[in-house]
């Protein structure tokens, strides 16, 4: 589904991510995991449009995304979550929405799907994004992506500033779409929260990939063990 | 006392429906419109030689509307499409750079070309009795005009897809990428109604006060107070901002006298900047 080959990229001609390839079957979950700085963001950022890359190339079901603008490919079927998730802080619950489905009007039975998914945003319609608390900031940025229907939603960090009981609602809330067929890639810090929800993964070192493997096998692999997870 | 500050609210709703248009095209491009009163200008210049070619008053102002509209698609096509290449502060400062040259050669070619020229549209009727001050009829035309373009420019901004379009680009850029938003389009939407909006003042105003060719600069000055003690961005802020502005203005120049009005204008405007850096109704950042 989502193809990277090669793909370098950075900051005014210094690349942080050097030749970087992977790839994202359909229904999979794929997690990209690395410490702060690997260039997991940078990756992201140049994948969806909003960075240009200095080599590569992405493409995603068919359609080649060099190039390509980020409302472009929204409508391709690619949502992005970014860490900052930039929402809209003076419009409301209902607004971020119906803003999702854009360009076309936001149909109920999507509205639904997502409501049901997060339940404390249909308590909170008519209440503005500034005003509401890092995990329901997180919802709503999630939220927003699934109402254009996304055929992969990419989200970097998703339990950035969230606290334990809140990062693991928002992997709950993975799940569940998940299992309604959303293919997801995920870029995290929290690598046990990650390594539980997803099939497969890749370890981002100083923008190189230096590891990749099933979840179990990255899992059981001691230089992830002693880095990401703790266990010497 | 009370016909100065109903004069200000004439002048006030005016004043707003002009910030509203700049307001718009900062925040949502960060784009700095200082030739923003020649097409006000341009506007009322074209009505005028539209009356004098026999044209009827009503088909007349349509034309100029239509002008207005234009004008801001032209700038937007043209002098504009460099300025959308650089990002936040280069971008301010080449828009500031080459709408100022846009509104100089604007600005000289009508002096040249149309010395004294005004538009002058007369309201027919006596003045009409509110809270006992004779109205001018075309005072309360004017800002009957001037209060609907308002609640029309609200109705899109808040009721309509397109409107929460605009809006989502004013309020996180990238966020309105994200949801599929082409900014440059949603920018070259509000430049028209931008253009739209300052005929739509040039055309009000005309009824209180002449509109002359020399006018450009000191509308553009207005404007740019205005907006900024209502907040970048903000809507609302332009039309409350105009208000008081408005009311403080004539206030001033019927106990003070004119001379002084436009600098205790500012100081009103400095002194809301020193309490709310943002503006009235900005956001902050």
Redesign the interface.
């Known amino acids: 589904m989502l193809e990277v080959r090669g793909v370098s990229a950075g900051y005014q001609g210094n690349d942080v991510v050097h030749d970087v390839s992977f790839n994202v079957d359909d229904g999979e979950a794929v997690m990209i995991i690395g410490s702060n700085g690997a260039g997991k963001t940078t990756l992201f950022r140049t994948m969806?449009g909003?960075l240009p890359s200095s080599a590569g190339e992405v493409s995603f079901q068919g359609n080649d995304l060099t190039g390509m603008?980020?409302?472009q490919l929204?409508?391709l079927g690619l949502?992005?979550?970014?860490a900052e998730?930039?929402?809209?802080?003076?419009?409301t619950v209902k607004?971020h929405l119906?803003?999702?489905a854009?360009?076309s009007?936001p149909d109920s039975d999507t509205m639904n799907v997502v409501l049901d998914v997060f339940p404390r945003l249909a308590e909170r319609r008519s209440q503005r994004a500034g005003t509401m608390s890092g995990g329901e900031q997180q919802m709503l940025a999630m939220a927003?992506?699934l109402?254009?229907r996304p055929r992969l939603l990419v989200l970097d960090e998703p339990t950035t500033g969230l606290a334990p009981k809140l990062a693991h609602e928002a992997y709950e809330a993975l799940d569940t779409m998940r299992r309604e067929g959303l293919t997801i890639l995920v870029a995290e810090q929290q690598v046990p929260l990650a390594m539980a929800f997803s099939d497969r993964g890749y370890v981002l070192e100083d923008g190189v990939i230096s590891i990749e493997g099933t979840s179990e096998a990255l899992a059981a692999d001691p230089r992830v063990r002693s880095a990401y997870l703790g266990i010497a | 006392m009370t016909a100065s500050i109903l004069d200000g609210i004439v002048l006030g709703f005016q004043f707003g429906l002009l910030a509203a248009g700049l307001t718009l095209v900062y925040g949502l491009g960060g784009v700095l419109h200082l030739a923003y009163g020649q097409m006000a200008v341009i506007s009322a210049m074209v009505v005028l030689y539209t009356l004098d070619a026999g044209v009827p008053v009503v088909p007349a102002v349509g034309i100029g509307l239509i002008a207005g509209g234009l004008l801001g698609l032209i700038l937007d096509l043209t002098i504009l499409r460099p300025v959308y290449r650089l990002q936040g502060e280069a971008r301010v400062l080449l828009s500031l750079l080459l709408t100022l040259g846009v509104a100089f050669v604007v600005d000289g070619f009508l002096n040249w070309r149309y010395p004294l020229v005004g538009l002058s549209l007369h309201v027919g009727g006596g003045p009409v009795d509110l809270l006992g001050v004779p109205m001018r009829r075309g005072s309360l035309v004017a800002s009957g005009i001037t209060l609907a373009s308002f609640l029309m420019l609200f109705g899109f901004l808040r009721g309509t897809?397109l409107g929460?379009?605009v809006?989502?680009v004013i309020?996180?850029e990238?966020?309105?990428?994200?949801?599929?938003?082409?900014p440059r389009r949603m920018l070259r939407i509000i430049l028209v109604m931008s253009g739209l909006l300052a005929a739509i003042v040039a055309v009000t105003r005309s009824m209180v006060a002449p509109v002359t060719v020399t006018a450009g600069f000191s509308i553009t000055v207005f404007a740019l107070i205005v907006t900024v003690v209502g907040g970048l961005g903000s809507v609302s802020g332009a039309l409350l901002a105009g208000i008081i502005l408005g009311v403080v203005n004539s206030i001033a120049a019927s106990y003070i006298g004119t001379f002084l009005s436009l600098i205790i204008l500012l100081a009103a405007a400095a002194l809301t900047i020193v309490l709310r850096p943002a503006g009235l109704l900005g956001?902050r950042e």
């Open positions: 969806c909003l603008a980020t409302h929204v409508r949502g992005f979550v970014p998730r930039h929402l809209f802080p003076r419009m607004e119906a803003l999702g854009y360009p009007r927003r992506a109402m254009a | 897809a929460r379009a809006r989502s309020e996180d990238e966020g309105a990428r994200l949801v599929g938003i082409d956001v």
